[in-house]
């Protein structure tokens, strides 16, 4: 990309830099006023935080959380502009503990000189927490209105003290609208229309993937071109670098697309299940984590409702372990429709959970003494094995007998549903328990 072309000229008093030195065309259609930001309405709205407190003067420490290129930047450039505070930027992947301490001391210099200072700290999440906690005395005192930005959740990676002390506001990608005005005013700036067809215009919208920064230095990189004709969507692909998906594997868009998988499949809705999978395997994801978490969810969400997920799941992670990728993401594809199909019973996971809370809290007890070994004539003058029913033994191969501990008394747990083959288990276990009702009845 070469945005020497262009007549993008800085403006020498606004930037501080020598005449006519050349700038990106991102730079140039900075927006300079809320008005001018495209998106982000929920956000600008006029009866919202950010607008009444600039009305009031009295503009808040925020920590602004979205993807890249949703204008986080931009928002904290504006909210400078118009409050009239003076503005200082650093970057935690860029500036050392030294430097933030000094911009501290240069903060307080100005208040004592009457002019605020609105600090923003880009990947404000790459501070460590003691780091973090050094913002907290000039917060508090007012010596910087602090602007975080940061593409993490705020929640995991900055201080609580920190968060009490800002107001958190979520950014979200920019809409096809947003950056289809993006687009329109690129063209006006530069006098010349993208060469497009309208179907590629659209491509070029969805491969920006909501970043309006990232749009425009494609935008930039097509009106560089020397084309007779306008381009097609498959000529688009072939000029222009394909976008990696918005994903990181340790991070958490990690944490909401396996969230989206697993809340699809439980929810019976094949499509979604396969766009989640889809979207996780072309972001680079691990294919064997998906398995394990697929192996989860037949024991946990499928359950006794179908016993041969689990044999369809663990049969699926032998495939890609032979097959490898590409050809053996297809099983995973059909596991996903498989599961997501499936009838569903999470009844054997909830039994689970209530017989571990009684085993914690019950204590070392005894096995009854009728269900117990009674090897030695010790063991057998003591009781062991006294009473013991030989289920095979009885006429419907069960014996009825209990086999809590005496302290405990029966426990029912396990509650089979209606659905898939838990009918068949829910219908036997009451049969087992008119069964164990009429012996006793019969004591």
Same mark, same amino acid.
């Given at each position: ?161 920190? *968060?009490? %002390?800002?107001? &958190? ?8 609208? @947003? $950056?289809? +005005?993006?687009? #329109? ?108 978490? *697929?192996? %989860?969810?037949? &024991? ?8 041969? @997920? $689990?044999? +369809?799941?663990? #049969? ?126 019969? +004591?």
């Amino acid at each position: 990309m070469n945005a020497m072309l262009f007549d993008l000229t800085t403006n020498e008093k606004e930037k501080g830099t020598a005449k006519n030195v050349r700038r990106p065309l991102a730079d140039v259609l900075r927006p300079q006023s809320l008005g001018a930001i495209f998106g982000h309405e929920d956000v600008l709205a006029e009866e919202g935080t950010i607008r009444q407190a600039l009305n009031e003067g009295a503009l808040p420490s925020l920590i602004l959380w979205g993807p890249p290129g949703c204008g986080k930047t931009t928002l904290a450039h504006v909210l400078a502009r118009e409050s009239g505070y003076r503005f200082v930027a650093l970057s935690a992947a860029l500036h050392s503990t030294t430097e933030v301490k000094q911009a501290f001391a240069e903060a307080e210099m100005y208040r004592a000189q009457g002019k605020n200072t609105l600090m923003l700290v880009d990947e404000i999440h790459r501070f460590n927490r003691t780091q973090q906690d050094l913002f907290l005395p000039y917060m508090e005192n007012g010596t910087i209105t602090l602007i975080g930005a940061t593409t993490e959740n705020p929640s995991f990676e900055l201080n609580s003290a920190l *968060l009490s %002390r800002a107001k &958190v506001v979520m950014m979200k990608p920019l809409t096809e609208e @947003a $950056l289809e +005005k993006i687009v #329109a005013q690129a063209e006006k700036t530069m006098g010349r229309s993208l060469p497009l067809t309208p179907q590629a215009k659209k491509n070029l919208l969805a491969l920006a993937d909501g970043d309006g920064r990232y749009l425009l230095n494609l935008v930039e990189e097509l009106l560089t071109l020397k084309v007779s004709t306008p381009l097609s969507p498959e000529e688009l692909a072939k000029r222009l670098r394909k976008r990696a998906l918005r994903y990181d594997k340790s991070r958490e868009e990690h944490y909401n697309l396996i969230s989206a998988l697993h809340k699809s499949l439980r929810g019976s809705d094949p499509d979604a299940a396969l766009y989640w999978l889809s979207r996780m395997l072309a972001g680079g994801e691990e294919p064997l984590y998906i398995l394990r978490r *697929l192996v %989860r969810f037949a &024991v946990e969400d499928v359950g006794m409702a179908d016993p041969h @997920a $689990l044999v +369809k799941a663990n #049969a699926a992670k032998e495939a890609y372990d032979f097959l490898g990728s590409p050809e053996g993401e297809l099983a995973i594809a059909e596991l996903v429709v498989y599961l997501a199909t499936a009838p569903k019973s999470n009844a054997a996971y909830v039994a689970f959970g209530a017989a571990m809370k009684d085993a914690r809290a019950k204590g070392s007890l005894m096995p009854p003494k009728h269900i117990l070994n009674a090897p030695t004539e010790l063991m057998q003058n003591e009781g062991y094995g006294k009473g013991y029913h030989y289920d095979h033994d009885t006429e419907e191969g069960f014996s009825g007998q209990d086999y809590f501990p005496e302290e405990m008394g029966r426990r029912d747990y396990y509650q089979p549903t209606s659905r898939g083959y838990e009918r068949e288990v829910k219908a036997r276990l009451e049969r087992f328990a008119q069964i164990r009702d009429k012996n006793k009845g019969e +004591k």
